[in-house]
């Protein structure tokens, strides 16, 4: 069998409508016999913005004359709330009524800015820029109203979906000015004016769940739920190492399994991994079931290429090896080895943290129609217009012609950044002249992913008679997320040495940081919180060394640590500059008295004073990522088995400005169980270059069996400028709970998991 | 036929079930994971696809009421029985977990959620007012990455007593 057989399908094409996020499904054809070939082909396309007569002020808001505000959301939704958070945003700003509101989920389009849902950046690098859309189109409206009633437009406001002119005790709904301004001059956003933030009726609040009703009933569209009439699957074999290529295929077998339509070579990647697919043999099939089963029919060869001979096991050692001799200086104050020399008492420790791998509930799933007139991709990416450009490229088309509709994500945690699974899509289905949804399975998930990277670090403290510390020496290797994009990368970026390592305020006076040599053998990739999960679990465990070998409070040692509220210099820090998550210090100066608030408050909430008692020990760690402050107290018990248990859990978070304080809440609560998930099981290992891993049996998250039975969060208030959320809460999580299994039990981890030492 | 079929290639015959209520007559390969036949043959997406090794619990449906992981389940042991999935265990989302999980914001990316709320509704028909330790136990097939295990608890506990749903939430400071 060869070639594509398209068969007739009793279909329909939905119409559908995002009315606030709930997405019409099409109808489902009542058949008497339902075979793959007369599959109900449901649902077609998100709604693209909304189009018609109204005020269009910008790219984010069309006001109808029907008073439909619809809102655009140009970051993708993967659990963190974007569409429940940023349309109110805007919606504040106008005065419109959610009531009203159509929140629009984007297709990846340059035209909105950034949309890269990565880095915590939804909020704090969009947050004035969204106001200015709403305000514009607030100015616009009382601007049309005034005119209307010849009145000053300064003497109006705009409320409630309607503009007001309180003195005449007139107003007129938003729908009756949309087109009365839609003829008036846009203003510059720089021109409008923000309201006071105490007019922003609903920012900062417990905002509703937007697709909470849909999430509960199935109906949410994930990226492998849209159906295409005449759609097929393809289940990819990828070569088991990167860097590999097959070298023999026999695809009888395959081709005889019922509904496989087609086997397929996907091209050899050439030069750095970047966002190409790995390479490998498709089978294409009617149901993901006759793809997977012909794919097991597959007979291959491979060539395992340089690669072949990684094992991370040995590598551990070439790591820990790397950070035990000086490396390249990246952060330096005073003189480190002459205070060591002088220095009471010395202390020193190595860590060490496996790859990770994001697991995503929904493993990655895209679904590409290339047809004469471009390419229309449906898929869940937190990156859609790499995934747009990406296609654009393999497929030899111009970016106009390629259209990527967004759906929700099934989890995304910076797997879904990565688009190499929408370009398989493409590819495929240009071959097969249909529409191509490429399923990943778990084990394609686990074993192909951009793994979080793996890290040895050295850290050593010099302390003086009466237990200061005095001199800190922190040498971190790791294979950089760079060598993902260029070849021969063996140094750290200064945006991952960023994290952790070059911006901890630390009230030392000898400083020194380095850098040892690390040399990449898979995809590295960003995993939620990025590099600051290794630096602060090992940066996170010295501090509380230190105070266990000085016999002191550890919660008194970071403070000590960390020094007096001060906004920290680069010069205090000891680097010439700072890459600060792309922020100005002006902006979000490395803030100590917010970090030492945080610690404070959590240590208060979780009784910390008590200390230990009741079978429980507490282990407590801070840090700053992502331009927020976030301190954790993990409760650690032992449980009937003797294994230690995660009971409870305390995040105090200083975010800065918060437009949902609910999701801010849910995120936080999250990262404790991200962050329990890598402290006690999280480990990917290659043999032969190849992933040992296969699936969540191998590689284990934490389950609700070991969800503590109360994770407790308070978050700051604060009018400071808007800080990340989704990452920062997770880097503490690990730290805290290896300090309080040290509290517990006297044993140090210093290598992640807490499973490898059998302490779970 | 006299020989086994390994690659699927014989005609199928049909398999018939009751899908939420309705009679469906699939004409697809015994071995067919129910997973697959109600996603990509009967158009139901709700039930998701997480390991397909019954691992993550995602897939969760009832099969004549009980709790089954849809991704290990052939088809041909469906055949003549009830299957319940997400779009079908309540006509408009009022089952009071779907309410409870609505009125607490339980879900995060959502993703899990469907299969979650499949293995409580099951636990709850059993044992009405569970508790902790039983939760724990019903619902440790069912992973989510987002973490959203401490408002699934509570969000069952609510919907067992019934009560007018009340927030996690802790005071603000």
Redesign the interface.
Known sequence: MSGAVVLPRRAFLASLGLAAGSLALGVVPSVAVAAPAAAPAKVAALVPAAKGPGLVPNVFVHVAPDGVVSIVCARSEMGQGVRSSLPVLIADEMGADMAHVKVVQADGDAMYGDQNTDGSTSVRKFYDDLRRTGATARAMLVTAAAKKWGVSASACTARDHAVFHDASKRSIGFGDLALLAAKLPIPKPADVTLRPKSELRRVGGELPLLDGPDLVTGRGVFGADVRLPGMLVAVVARPPVVGGRVTKVDSSKALQVRGVKRVVELPVPKGPPAFQPLGGVAVIADTTWAAMKGRAALELSWDHGPNATYDSDAYRETLLKSVRAPGRVVRKVGDVDAALAKSAKRLEADYHVPHLAHAPMEPPAALANVTDAGCEIWTSTQNPQASRSEVAKALGLDASKVTVHVTLLGGGFGRKSKPDYVVEAALLSKVMKAPVRVQWTREDDIQHDYFHTTSAQHLEAGLDESGKVTAWLHRTAFPSISSTFAPGVKEASDGELGQGVLDFPLAIPNVRAENGEAVAHVRIGWLRSVNNIHHAFAMGSFIDEIAHARGADPKAVWLEIIGAPRNASLAELGVDKLPNYGATLEDHPIDVARLRTVISRVTELSGWEAGRKGGRALGLAAHRSFLSAVAVVASVVRDGRGKVHVDEAWVVADAGTVINMERVRSQLEGAVVFGMSLALHGAITMKGGAVVQTNYRDYPLARMPEAPRAIHVEVIPSDAKPGGVGEPGLPPVAPAIANAVFALTGTRVRELPLARHGLV | MTSPDP???AP?T?ITLRVNGKE??????PD??LL?AL???????????????A??G?CTVHLDGEVVRACVTPIRRAAGKAVT???G??PD?SHP??RA??AL??????????GQ?MTAAALLRKTPKPT?AE???S???????????????AAIHQAAEGSTPT?T??P??
Do not use: H
């Not at chain 2, 469906?24 to 390969?29: K, R, Y």
């Not at chain 2, 996603?39 to 090794?53: A, E, M, N, S, Y």
């Open positions: 690659m699927g290639t199928a049909l469906q007559a699939l004409d697809v390969e067919m994971p697959w996603r990509d043959v009967l158009g139901l997406t709700g039930t998701k696809f997480g390991c397909g090794q691992l993550c995602a999935t997400i779009e265990l309540s989302g977990l779907q999980w609505v914001g339980v879900p995060q990316c959502g993703y899990c959620q469907a709320i902790d939760i724990d136990q619902m440790a097939g069912n992973l989510c990455r987002c973490g959203t295990y401490t408002r699934i608890r927030s939430r802790e603000s400071k």
